[in-house]
Nanobody, 123 residues
Framework: VQLQASGGGLVQAGDSLRLSCAASGRAFSTYVMGWFRQPPGKEREFVGGISKSSGVRHYADSVKGRFTILRDNAKNTVYLQMNSLKHEDTAVYYC?????????????????WGQGTLVTVSS
């Protein structure tokens, strides 16, 4: 599967932004999907993940209650709705897919990666 993330940009603290990740290739609905981010000068970190049928969602504590992951298997797309953005949410955001059952919070747990989209939150 090939993943294409989009929707990043420059926003102010407190604003909302929605990222999209479009998948091409086979059987999007068979992949667990995740979002990761890499702040400037830091390692890539888990943001959240969603199971194949959207029944399970898992979020990092830093975004819980502010970010929501959704997927539309008919459109081969996973979304990251980000509300109440903070300066510390500034990062390159990546979507990723894994062949498996459970949401994995580690980068090595994912088999496919999108190219990343930059989100900059001004304070």
């Amino acid at each position: 599967v090939q993943l294409q993330a989009s929707g990043g940009g420059l926003v102010q603290a407190g604003d909302s932004l929605r990222l999209s990740c479009a998948a091409s290739g086979r059987a999007f609905s068979t992949y667990v999907m995740g979002w990761f981010r890499q702040p400037p000068g830091k390692e890539r970190e888990f943001v959240g993940g969603i199971s194949k049928s959207s029944g399970v969602r898992h979020y990092a504590d830093s975004v819980k209650g502010r970010f929501t992951i959704l997927r539309d298997n008919a459109k081969n797309t996973v979304y990251l709705q980000m509300n109440s953005l903070k300066h510390e949410d500034t990062a390159v955001y990546y979507c990723a897919g894994r062949i498996g059952i459970a949401v994995d919070t580690t980068t090595r747990g994912y088999d496919y990666w999108g190219q990343g989209t930059l989100v900059t939150v001004s304070s």
